[in-house]
C-alpha cells in the first residue's frame, strides 16, 4: 500500500510533467486512488499553477467528492474521477485534459486508430462523449462511465480526453502516446491514405512488449527531464517519439 | 469606477500576456474605456515593445482620437477602439490584433464556427469585414462598426481581428479562445469533416458555464504565469486549452 | 554615403534578427552594398555561426568575387549578390535564404499570391528559378538576374528565396511578410479555397501606407527584441504579425 | 585508425545534437563502429538522458550484441546495428530514430522522394521495413538488412528510421536532411501538387557538391550551436535550412 505522501508525490510530478509537456494548463486535473481508505488525491482546479504543485497541494476527496480535509473544494468536473475510481479497479489514477491534438478526434468525424507500433496499446479503440457538457454531476459521471466502458482512454466531444491505469506511469504513458498518434495521424493524413496497424497487430506487439515496464522506463525519463526544467510556461515541450 | 492607475496597469499586464502568448507583436493594440471621463487609454503603436509595458507606457486620447495629455499620437488605427467604446456600452475593453490562426478566416473562404466548448461564446457567430484598408478614419470606424454590429469578434479580411469585451479580462479570455478555436478548426479539417457546435448547444452550454467568472479566472491565471516569464521573445507561449 | 564601418554593423544586426527568426542557419547568406566604391559586404558561407556576427566577421568583395581585403572566400554562391548588386540600382540589399514556408512555394506547383495587406507589397508577383544547381557561376548569377527580372523578390525550386531591397531594414521586413504569407496561404488551404489580393487592391494599399516607413519601424522593433535576445539557437522566434 | 576514446567522444556529441534537435529523446540509439577491432559503441537505451551523454556513457559491444567491457546492456534492438556495421563497410555510423516528420512516411501510403536540393542525396528512395515488431533479434536484424539493401537509409512502418554513413557526421547530416524533406513534403501537399528531383537530377546535383564536405560543415555548425545550449529539453532545436 502506498502511502498518502507517496501518492500526493507522484500525483504532484505526473502534472508537472503533463504542464512541462503542454497537456495540461488553465484547466485538466489529475487523480490517483488509495482504495484501503477509499480516499481520491486530484489536483486542484481550473486556474491554479500545474507547473508548481507541490504534493500539499493535492485535494483528499471521498467517493462523493467532499474533501476530506481542508476547505478546498475538488474542480468541478470530480464525478470523473469518483465513477472511474469507484466502479473500475483497473482505474487507481485518472487523468482529464484538454491536449491539443487527441481533442481533435472529438471534433473532426474521423475515429481513433493506432498508428504508430506505441500507439498499439490503443488497439481496443477510444470511444467518444458525446454530451455538449462538463461533467458536473454523479449523473454524468455515470454517462461517461458507461461510454468509457472498459477502454483505456475516452473523447469528449469539443472538449478533451480522460485516460484511466493502474497507475499515474500508465496514465501519463498513455496519455502522451495518445497524444502522440493524434498528432501523427494528422500529419500523414497530408500525405496520403493513413495506414493504423489492425487488431490483431496491436495484440501481437503488445504480447511481446510489456506496457508496464514501458511506462515506468517514460516515468523515471520525463521526471529527470522535468527535475531540469526551469519551470516556465512555454518551455520544456519535447516529442514523446523522437 | 475604476481608477486610471487602475485602467493603466490592467492594459499593461493585458498586453504582455498577449506578448507572452505570441498574439501581439509588432503591430496590434489593446484599449480600456473609463466612461465617466470618455478616455480611452490605448497601447502604443507599431514597433512598441509589448513584452515590456508599464502602466506609464498608456496613451489617454478622448473619442476623437486626440491624446489628452502627453505628445505621443495612438496608434493609426484609432478609430476602431474610438468608434466601439463611444457606440457600445458592453465594449468597454476593446483588442485589435493580428493573431496567427484566426486571421486565417479572413485569408480562407469559410465561415468561423465554434467548435470546442469554450468556443460556444461565438455562438452567434464572427462577422467579416472585407475592405482592403486599415481603419485609419472616423469613416472607416464606422464602417467598421457597421460590421461587427453587436458581436463580440470580428474578423478583417487579410489582416486580423477587433475583440470587444466588458473588461480585458474578458477581451483577453474571449481572444485566447477564438484563437484556439481557429487553430483546432484548420487542423481537425486535415483528419476529416469538421463538427461545430449548434447555436442551441452554445446558449444552453454558455447559460450553464458563467463565461465572467471564467474569464476571471483566465485572468489569474495567465497573470501569474507572465509574472515568472522572462519577457524574451519568442518564450513563454502556452497552448490555451491543454 | 553610409560608412564601411555602419555597413557592416547593420548587416551584422540583420543577419543576427534572420538567426533569431529561423530564418537563417547552416546555410544562408546576406550582403550589403557601397555603390561609391562598388563594394558588397557579405556574410560569411556555409557553416558559420549567424546568431553570433559581428561587424568584422563582413567580407568585403568586388563584383566579380573577389575579397577586396582579407583571406576568406565568400559563400559559393556570391553570383547572386553581385549580379543584383551590378545591374540593380533598387538591390542595394540582398538576402539568399532557405525560409521554411516560402521554400515550399518552390516545392509544390502553386503560384505566390499576396493574402494579407502586408504582403500586397508582393502585387507583382515572385518568379521560380527552376534550375537544379546552385548559383555559383557568373553566368547562373545572370540567368538568375533575367528570372527575377525587376521583382522584389525570387523563388528557387526545391531550394530557397532571394529578397532584394533598397535597403537592408527593407530586404528584412520583406523577407518576414513573404515567409509569413506563405505560412498562412498553406495553413489557410486547409480550411478553404485562399482568397488574395487582386493587383489593384495591391497597389491602392500600398499607394496609402508607406513601405519604407513600416520596414524602418519593423528592423527597430526587431533590433530592440535581438538586443535581448539570449542567443541560443531555437529559441527568440516570433511571429512577424501577430 | 580512429582511438576508442575519440569515437566515444564523437558518438556523445552526435547523440546530443539529436537531442538538442528534438530527434531523440526517450528511445532511440546511436552507434559507431571500429572495424580493426570489430567493435560496435553503442548509446545506452531507452529511458536514457541523451542530452547529457558523456564519450564514459558509451556501451561497447562486439557483433553478437554481447557487452565487451562492464555490465550495462545495449538497447534491446541492437540487432540494427549489429547487421549493418557487420555486413556493409559503407556503414561505420548508424542511426535508430523516431524523428517526427520522416516516420509519416511509414504510415501514410507515400513514397518519400527528395524535394529540396539537398534531398537529392536521397535520390535512390527509402525503402520501407513492414513488420509490426521491434527489431529484437539477429533474425530480424537480417530481415532488416535486406530491405535496406545498399540504401543510405530505411523506413520502419508506424516506428522510426534507420540512417547509416561512413562517419557519424554523414548519419547526422542525412537525418536531418531526410527529416526535413519529409516536413517539407508534408507542408508542400497543402499547397498543391508536389514536384520532386528526378533520378537524373539528384545525380548531377551531387557529382558536382560534395556530401562529405557538406556533413562536416554541418557537424561543425551543429557542435557549436550544441556547445551554447542550455541542454533543457524541448529548447535548441532549429530548423535544418532556414
Redesign the interface.
Known sequence: MATEQELREQLATCTRI?A?Q???????HVSVFQPETKTVFVTPG????KAHFMASDMIPIDLTGKPTTGQIPPPVEWPIHTALHAHRTDALAVAH?????A???G????EFH????Q??VFGEGVPLYKE???VTTPQRGDAMLKTIGDHRALLM????IVVAGKSLAEVLFASLILEDDAK????????????H?SAD?CK??NA??DFER?AN??W???S??ES???????????????
Open positions: 503533463f512541462m503542454g497537456l495540461i494548463g488553465l484547466f485538466g481550473s486556474g491554479s499553477d485534459l484538454h491536449t491539443p491534438y481533442t481533435l478526434f471534433i473532426a468525424k474521423r493506432p498508428v504508430t507500433l500507439g498499439t455538449a457538457h462538463l466531444r469539443g472538449h478533451g501523427k495521424t494528422m500529419q500523414a493524413a497530408a500525405l496520403g491514405p493513413v495506414e496497424f497487430e501481437t506487439f511481446e512488449i514501458r522506463r517514460a523515471e525519463f520525463f529527470r527531464i531540469q526544467w526551469d519551470h516556465q510556461g512555454g518551455t520544456g515541450k519535447i516529442e514523446l517519439f523522437p
